[in-house]
């Protein structure tokens, strides 16, 4: 049903986007620790 391919595609999209978050909230907690560090 193509239904359950939007469910599919959905949920991939969905798990990329955790890991993108994830990576830039990474990203930002670096950069803030080095501007912490230095300051």
Known sequence: APRDENIKLYEE???RYLE???EAFKNGFEQESLICSSG
């Open 20 to 22: 993108v978050l994830e």
């Open 13 to 15: 999209g969905y798990e």
